[in-house]
């Protein structure tokens, strides 16, 4: 049973950056690939980023390539989102999703979920 824990959401203006944090409780997550997805309010979760287990192959959505990267750490059991030049609509819950196979772009593919962090952008 893989736990994950994000961190790193908050409150900022447009045009700021954040970094979101995704911690595993076992090491045995470097064999995970790993997505992040976001669900605002009425909308369905989407897909926003995704990294193999080995953390040589990266996955973004269009509305996010170019401004967000994603990485991983794994002696520190740890995946980032790097989020830069933030918008109003990347407002939402984000989620750290860890699955052996993927990364997919489908989140009924994933067997550990994170709580979620907001991440809430103003104009």
């Known amino acids: 049973q893989v736990q994950l824990v994000e961190s790193g959401g908050g409150l900022v203006q447009a045009g700021d950056s954040l970094r979101l944090s995704c911690v595993a409780s076992?090491?045995?997550?470097?064999?995970?690939?790993v997505g992040w997805f976001r669900q605002a309010p009425g909308k369905e979760r989407e897909f926003v980023s995704g990294?193999?287990?080995?953390?040589?192959?990266?996955y973004y959505a269009k509305t996010v390539e170019g401004r967000f990267t994603i990485s991983r750490d794994n002696t520190k059991n740890t995946v980032y989102l790097q989020m830069n030049d933030l918008k109003v609509e990347d407002s939402a819950v984000y989620y750290c999703?860890?699955?052996?196979?993927?990364?997919?772009?489908?989140?009924?593919?994933?067997?550990?979920w994170g709580q979620g962090t907001q991440v809430t952008i103003s104009a």
């Open positions: 076992e090491h045995t997550f470097s064999m995970y690939a």
């Open positions: 999703a860890a699955d052996l196979s993927g990364p997919s772009r489908n989140p009924l593919v994933y067997d550990y």
């Open positions: 990294v193999t287990f080995n953390g040589h192959s990266t």
